[in-house]
């Protein structure tokens, strides 16, 4: 379970706000219809009623058949953990965060230059990730160079499941692999991987209104095993989306309404997440904005459309722009991650990410970390009874004394006040020049390589690992992989 479930406090949607943007998606679904480049989703479309040209590869949705769907897709799933301590519970306001997934490069801890990663990088990335309190999940969190690409998704699950007994977001980047990767986690589960999801798989339809034959068939096959699919629609605010909010709020909810419909054609009941990485495009650049405060605002709202179809909801948020960590990096994944939890995002995705969703950084992942626990505390909010009113231990204190002794503060402390850890500078002014005048960049250094040098994670039992091992050697065995990076 999520330590801190969240309590709503941002709604940027009226009601008639998300009427219109439903309509408006219908209207998009029922005269314009989707493109899909899967045989097997237009075959499922036609039998359940939608209208499909084949030589187009175009659906059209009727209202009826998303009504349909979207009354059969669960509203909670259960995500669990190796080790039954990390489960938690996607949907209502509870909120967890990761990693974003698939980063192409590090940032070096040494040199703090942006490079490519490696097997070893991201398995110490795994690890620290494994130590840190407010991170509840995993990710398949950067694509190793060192890793032969026709491995590279299930060897980054492998990594993972080695390292780490958090539940896990991840994805396949071919069909075959994902069949491959539930197989994995039956393994580590001990059962069906639907019985038992410890993992969500991102599919990603292409902006405008387009599935592609290899995530439309991803999200079909999450559907037969019964595993969680994770929607990441992705429009561009003025370049693969409508330059305007409201516009691309409905075309992306579109997409997300046709994914529904393809899972729960496939399979009804099958567990599904409505969720995203939209962006803004920059005119001047001809880049994408992740950490704009309109790209947070589409998010906090899009996940306002989920939750008004009673979905679990995902978002793509704590991520920055920037190329290191400096003080944009810090007000863009604050923002990001504050305002999402607000609106209760219950997957927030992109603690630790640098240059948009590109680069993992070992260190702002720490920073990251202190921000989430801030923001689950301001989620919390303010409990009022007759314990926190404190009238009792007022009136003994009142007036002129302090609390600084009494019982009533030693109970209270480190319920009401969030504790960050050393990353937070709290010192004084001398004590924080007696410490070496760091900054929080340094700071941070410092508890990375502290939690990786003492954070042992727990270990799989030997006979899984085995098994594990003997499935990932299969693979790299049919596709004549002679080696892997061992770890």
Not at 118 to 136: G, N, P, S, T
Request: glycine residues 8%; hydrophobic residues 40%.
């Amino acid at each position: 379970m999520c330590p801190f479930p969240g309590r709503r406090m941002l709604e940027l949607l009226s009601r008639d706000d998300m009427e219109a943007i439903h309509l408006a998606s219908l209207q998009l679904l029922e005269e314009k219809g989707v493109i899909v480049k899967n045989e097997e989703a237009l075959k499922i479309l036609r039998k359940g009623g939608c209208e499909v040209d084949e030589t187009k590869k175009i659906a059209k949705i009727p209202e009826h058949i998303v009504k349909e769907c979207l009354s059969k897709a669960p509203s909670v799933i259960r995500l669990y953990s190796r080790d039954g301590k990390h489960d938690a519970i996607v949907g209502k306001d509870n909120v967890i965060y990761d990693p974003g997934s698939a980063a192409i490069f590090v940032l070096d801890r040494e040199t703090g230059r942006v490079r490519e990663p490696l097997a070893k990088d991201f398995a110490d990335f795994v690890r620290l990730a494994d130590a840190l309190e407010y991170i509840h999940a995993q990710s398949t969190a950067m694509i190793p160079a060192d890793v032969d690409k026709r491995i590279a998704d299930l060897y980054r699950l492998y990594i993972v499941l080695k390292n780490s007994t958090k539940p896990i977001v991840t994805g396949a980047f071919t069909k075959e692999g994902l069949h491959d990767m539930v197989k994995m986690l039956s393994v580590v589960a001990g059962t069906e991987a639907g019985k038992k999801p410890m993992a969500i798989f991102d599919v990603c339809p292409s902006a405008p209104l387009m599935w592609s034959d290899i995530t439309c068939q991803n999200l079909i096959d999450c559907a037969k095993y019964k595993v969680p699919a994770e929607i990441v629609s992705m429009p561009q605010v003025g370049a693969t989306g409508p330059i305007t909010l409201a516009g691309s709020l409905a075309q992306l909810n579109a997409e997300e309404l046709s994914a529904i419909v393809i899972s729960q054609l496939t399979n009804p009941g099958a567990p599904i997440i409505y969720g995203g990485s939209p962006t803004t495009f920059d005119m001047r650049y001809a880049t994408p904005r992740l950490g704009a405060i309109e790209t947070v605002m589409l998010c906090c709202a899009y996940a306002q459309m989920g939750k008004f179809y009673g979905l679990p909801t995902h978002a793509y948020l704590g991520l920055s722009d920037s190329k290191t960590i400096d003080a944009q990096a810090g007000f863009e994944t604050a923002a990001g991650i504050i305002l999402g939890t607000l609106a209760g995002v219950n997957v927030i995705s992109g603690p630790g990410m640098l240059v948009s969703e590109s680069c993992q950084s070992f260190e702002k992942l720490v920073i990251d970390n202190e921000i989430c626990g801030m923001a689950l505390r301001l989620a919390k909010g303010v409990e009022v009874d007759a314990d926190t009113l404190a009238i009792d231990v007022m009136r003994k204190v009142c007036p002129g004394g302090h609390y600084l002794a009494e019982k009533h503060t030693r109970e209270w402390l480190r319920k009401e006040i969030f504790m960050p850890s050393p990353v937070v500078d709290r010192l004084s002014l001398d004590g924080w020049r007696r410490a070496g005048a760091k900054d929080i960049v340094a700071r941070a250094k410092e508890r990375v390589n502290e939690l990786l040098a003492k954070h042992e994670p727990e270990p799989l039992p030997p006979d899984v690992e085995r098994d594990l091992r003997a499935l990932l050697e299969d693979v790299m065995k049919r596709y004549g992989i002679e080696k892997v990076p061992v770890l």
